[in-house]
């Protein structure tokens, strides 16, 4: 069936090559300009024409239709560009499509191509009649296609088998699920049993190394021990004929078992693996027939013949000894057999259609041999100098020679000098900027590099480290006090404007705290009395609670003492209930009460300031109960 298509695309190229012969191609003088990507197909060649932003210009790829993948597509798009790296296409719903999906489907709706992170949408895909109209011509000449009949055929027979093989292994997969937990428990079992008798092993080692026996008797008797285990995974190696691993011996406990328990529940474990492999090889075929890519199709009986010899073709000899290529101009087709051509920039050219990019002046005959590239295109000698680029040094344009870029600027090669001496830089390696303007190495530290504070030498190269708007080398940013190198410190200290570290600072700025003694570096610093205190050591000298949150604290003899230890220790007593009096008290014959405990002792009710009272052998009276 393949070979069918092949013979009506090489009649219908060399009918349509034959008149093409018979008529004048003329081309306009202003071609249109593409803005956006377009579709279009000759015969059974799709054309399509995209703009690859990374080289601003307009690609034309060509690709059979009736033959061509989208694997094949994406492949001559990352060719073309080497900056593309990422390549997807997608339906019109958003659906990725596989590489082996065909473009002769793919043009029958909308579709996405994404190139790196830019995409493409073709809203106006190829009209189905023109797709109709090709299938029609290749009728006409070779008669009727039978391939999508074939095709499903073929789908209905493999879609019918695939289901009375899924019928058949149905009970089949019940019992060997049945089986596969049963040998499952079994080898886990097996497997902590081996633990235990490991440990066990190694417990009795233990035993008698500490308790029964010293390890000069144990130590030959590990020995065996371990040597006699190696001997028994070689043996294992030697009899089974694999290495003793883990997973080896679980599956070897597995299949020994699961053959085991298969005999004894009649399960036909051969049967069950021909219906699995039957299976997987339908649901193969069921992929390959919907996604057709054509070189995964039957070879058709009849073989593929050339037309002047007879001689037998193989698909391979067809496609790859075909002459036609194709201009790159005018997209049709060039028989270079029979017509002439130029090759410029690994691309075919039609000698009428190898014009100049820019004035379409045609540029094969010999008074317009002297002819540049721009944009991948040829152009002629008047458009190369009206499109050159200006040196930014002497203004004119760079016709010949090299061309140098410099901070976004282009000059000649003789033009690329120092702003300030004017020495040639072309083969400098070391190169400076001042004022967008290229400085060599001397001038740059003579006139404008910033001066090391350590050394007094220019700093042209390396890494500028600033300490108080001082700068300095990477190698002089040291401390003051023991020079060591603060390169690579996160933290700078300065001390008298010069970079310490944080050892140094602390010795020579640090406070010391009037509790521990040591050095306040890093915390907050309390100061009480004259003193300073790291926040921790700030504490009451009675029961030793930290003060540093604290807002209320008392000081007696110069020592800190929290609320609590204050009234315990001296704020005065009641002399009623023998309590501390923090708050308000009432003072009565050098004696101090709570206010609620300076009550009348009749009738128990507090005894204002302002109220009069009478004293007893009992206590106070009010006056009310007084009189």
């Keep these: 069936m393949r070979f069918t298509l092949l013979i009506r695309s090489i009649i219908n190229a060399a009918a349509i090559t034959t008149s093409k012969k018979s008529r004048t191609i003329s081309i306009s003088s202003k071609p249109p300009i593409l803005l956006e990507p377009t579709l279009s197909h000759s015969d059974s060649v799709l054309v399509l024409s995209l703009i690859l932003r990374s080289r601003q210009e307009i690609c034309r790829f060509h690709l059979n239709l009736q033959t061509a993948t989208v694997g094949q597509l994406i492949d001559e798009i990352k060719q073309e560009d080497a900056d593309i790296e990422h390549v997807h296409i997608h339906d019109e719903k958003g659906h990725l499509l596989s590489k082996s999906y065909t473009l002769k489907s793919l043009i029958h709706s909308p579709f996405t191509i994404q190139l790196n992170q830019q995409k493409i949408f073709l809203f106006d895909p190829i009209n189905k009649l023109q797709i109709k109209d090709t299938t029609m011509r290749h009728t006409k000449i070779d008669g009727p296609s039978t391939e999508d009949t074939f095709c499903h055929e073929k789908y209905s027979e493999l879609k019918n088998e695939a289901n009375a093989l899924t019928i058949q292994l149905e009970p089949l997969e019940k019992v060997k699920n049945k089986l596969a937990n049963i040998c499952q428990r079994y080898t886990s079992r097996c497997i902590w049993y081996g633990l235990a008798a490991m440990c066990f092993q190694v417990g009795i080692l233990v035993e008698l190394t500490w308790d029964v026996y010293s390890w000069d008797v144990v130590g030959p008797l590990s020995y065996f021990i371990g040597y006699g285990t190696v001997m028994a995974i070689h043996a294992f190696h030697l009899i089974t004929g694999t290495d003793f691993e883990y997973m080896t011996l679980t599956d070897r406990l597995f299949l020994r078992r699961f053959y085991r328990e298969a005999h004894c529940y009649s399960f036909d474990i051969s049967l069950y693996n021909r219906l699995k492999n039957r299976l997987f090889t339908v649901h193969t075929d069921l992929a390959r027939l919907r996604a057709p890519l054509p070189l995964s199709l039957p070879v058709p009986a009849h073989p593929f013949r050339c037309k002047n010899s007879g001689e037998e073709l193989s698909p391979l000899d067809f496609f790859v000894n075909q002459p036609v290529s194709y201009c790159s101009k005018c997209t049709s087709s060039i028989d270079q057999n029979h017509q002439s051509n130029i090759r410029f920039n690994n691309r075919l050219y039609h000698t009428n259609c190898f014009t100049c990019g820019i004035c379409h002046k045609n540029l094969s005959d010999s008074t317009n041999t002297n002819f540049a590239i721009h944009n991948n295109e040829p152009i002629c000698a008047q458009c190369k100098q009206a499109n050159a680029k200006i040196c930014y040094a002497c203004q004119k344009p760079i016709l010949t020679g090299g061309l140098i870029t410099f901070d976004t600027n282009v000059y000649h090669d003789d033009c690329f000098r120092c702003s300030q001496c004017q020495k040639l830089l072309t083969y400098e390696t070391t190169l400076n900027k001042h004022n967008s303007k290229p400085c060599c190495a001397t001038c740059y530290d003579k006139k404008f590099a910033p001066q090391c504070s350590q050394c007094l030498k220019p700093i042209s190269t390396g890494k500028i480290l600033t300490c108080d708007t001082k700068k300095y080398h990477s190698d002089c940013f040291q401390c003051d006090q023991c020079n060591k190198s603060l390169a690579d410190e996160k933290d700078l200290y300065e001390y008298n404007s010069k970079p310490c570290c944080y050892q140094c600072y602390n010795q020579r700025t640090a406070p010391e705290c009037a509790k521990c003694h040591k050095l306040i570096s890093i915390g907050k610093i309390l100061k009480w009395n004259e003193n300073k205190y790291h926040e921790d050591c700030f504490r009451c000298h009675q029961c030793n609670k930290s003060l540093?949150?604290?807002?209320?604290?008392?000081?007696?003899?110069?020592?800190?003492?929290?609320?609590?230890?204050?009234?315990?220790?001296?704020?005065?007593?009641?002399?009623?209930?023998?309590?501390?009096?923090?708050?308000?008290?009432?003072?009565?014959k050098n004696k101090t009460f709570h206010p609620n405990c300076f009550f009348c002792v009749k009738c128990h009710r507090t005894i204002s300031s302002t109220e009069k009272f009478y004293e007893d052998k009992f206590g106070f009276v009010c006056s009310t109960c007084g009189t």
């Design 548 to 588: 540093g949150d604290a807002s209320n604290f008392c000081k007696h003899d110069s020592k800190p003492f929290c609320s609590e230890c204050d009234a315990e220790l001296f704020a005065p007593r009641c002399a009623q209930c023998a309590k501390p009096i923090i708050d308000k008290y009432t003072a009565f």
